[in-house]
């Protein structure tokens, strides 16, 4: 028992330790630790084409020609909007279904066993299925929100905090871009609130499916998770069935009651399709979860993917600053704040610049954060402009324009 309980429990932090490495490893403060070798090795094994040594070999072995192809096909199904990794999911999410649905849905429910899985189980099982379905197809045809020259306007919901967003053009697009906009490379174009491009879905998550990304990735949650117990449901009622407690078995000749560990065995021998089915299950439960959960965390705090690492890199510089270079940087923001059109910057709190020691906090706080109820608001109901306002500001943007062509 304690022996299974050291392997269930290692292996658990094992995949916090991973999926923490995969998506944090590279983050300024682990700069010259252990972390950002670790994230390298994983990325070799999980993309080999990045890894130099990798690419080498596949030369050596198989010619320039085919390594030349293999990034051409690397570069297509990971770098470019295309239809490969919704195509995954749909084999994945049928493939897995189906092989859930023969070795736990049907091999326990009830009909000749009157302990079996009740039908209605079965029927949220489907239910999931077909949410976490529907989320998805809604996140790859809802538009993200794309900013173009004659939207650009109406994306102009938040004001520059002059830290991390100051008024800058697309050089791609050929538009001043909104705050908290950026431009994806894959789909090249820009989008509002960008928070990052998801190849599972084909398009980028931005303000305007922010809402379905992240109940999609809830819903697979629940969906994994359910899945999960369901199949451990199941496999305890067989251990009731067989009424496993009750029974004694020979150990060096003595009749010895059963435990844990003869459980396990006699699961795995006996129900190994449902044991699989429930470890694997888990597995994605907790990998989604661990994603689903940092997701609705920046949702918490009114951050994106693409600002925590701006973030953290500035809360690197400003560790770094001096007094003088803060002063500078201060001076600069406030001069961004003060070019805000006022309607904008209205209901912002922005906060101003203290003299002492609050400097530095003044760079590597986050204006976009207004509490948890606002920000959770922001992400169900994205921000509009209301039409005035985004007249006037459409009116705004022409006139500087015409007083740049003068
Ligand atoms: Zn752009
Ligand atoms: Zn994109």
Known sequence: MATMLLVLGGGLLFVVILVYTLFCGDAPQHEGGVLPKVQNCVMAFIDPLASETVRRWVKWIAGEWCCTKM????????????LFMP???????????????????????????????????GLVMWALLLISVALWITCLRTDPGIVSVKNSAEHQ?????????????CSTCKLMRPPRA???RTCNLCIARFDHHCPWINTCVGAHNIRWFISFLVFHVLLTGYGGWLACWALVHEVARAQLWQAR??????????????????????????????AVMWLIAIVLGCFAGYHLWNALC????????????????????????????LRQRQEVIDENPKELAAGWSISQQQPGE???AVLTHNVYNRGLLSNMREIFFPLQLPLVQAARTVESEKRSKKKKKN
Do not use: M
Not at 71 to 82: G, I, K, L, T, V
């Open 358 to 360: 609050a400097n530095a």
């Open 157 to 169: 919901v938040y004001p520059f905090d002059g830290v991390i967003y100051i008024p800058k053009e």
């Open 249 to 278: 078995y020979l150990k060096d000749g003595a009749a010895v009651p059963v435990d844990y560990e003869y459980i396990a065995r006699w699961l795995l021998v006996y129900h190994g399709q449902a044991v699989i089915g429930a």
């Open 302 to 329: 009114n951050e994106t993917t693409n600002e925590t690492y701006k973030w953290k890199k500035q809360k690197w510089k400003a560790k770094q600053c001096t007094e003088e270079d803060i002063e500078l940087l």
């Open 182 to 184: 950026k431009h994806c």
């Open 71 to 82: 990034e051409a096909a690397e570069d297509y199904c990971c770098f470019q909007r295309n």
């Open 87 to 121: 195509g995954v999911y749909v084999v994945f999410v049928s493939g897995a279904y189906y092989c859930y649905y023969v070795a736990i849905l049907v091999a326990y429910v009830p009909g000749e066993r009157s302990d079996g899985i009740p039908f209605a189980y």
